[in-house]
Nanobody, 127 residues
Framework: QVQLAESGGGLVQAGGSLRLSCAAS???????MGWFRQAPGKEREFIAASTWSSGSIYYSNSADSVKGRFTISRDNAKNTVYLQMNSLKPEDTAVYYC??????????????????WGQGTQVTVSS
């Protein structure tokens, strides 16, 4: 069973950048890896996913989309997935989670499609 551990969160001013890491251990890395976030009082929100099989990448299409500011990448040799976050805004403040599984095509953005989760890392963006 794979274990996931996020790191890299912290406090940053608006306009700044952070790079989150998620290291996988204890099992295969041949999973789709996803990044999600959850702000207080809100549902867990999809950010991005990277598949193992095809190397495809998917980003959130929500109105407050992070596309263009956030970039997901993975280093399979290190069993690690990253989330580079640029031009951060106060509304990006949340706990950020990585997840792993083999979700069906079209389900990459659904938290329920992932069985394995990290403990989360807090990102706070000050104005």
């Amino acid at each position: 069973q794979v274990q996931l551990a996020e790191s890299g969160g912290g406090l940053v001013q608006a306009g700044g950048s952070l790079r989150l890491s998620c290291a996988a251990s204890g099992g295969t890395f041949r999973y789709t890896m996803g990044w999600f976030r959850q702000a207080p009082g809100k549902e867990r929100e999809f950010i991005a996913a990277s598949t193992w099989s095809s190397g495809s990448i998917y980003y959130s299409n929500s109105a407050d989309s992070v596309k263009g500011r956030f970039t997901i990448s993975r280093d399979n040799a290190k069993n690690t997935v990253y989330l580079q976050m640029n031009s951060l805004k106060p509304e990006d403040t949340a706990v950020y989670y990585c997840a792993a599984d083999q979700p069906p095509v079209g389900s990459y953005n659904r938290p329920a499609a992932y069985d394995y989760w990290g403990q989360g890392t807090q990102v706070t963006v000050s104005s």
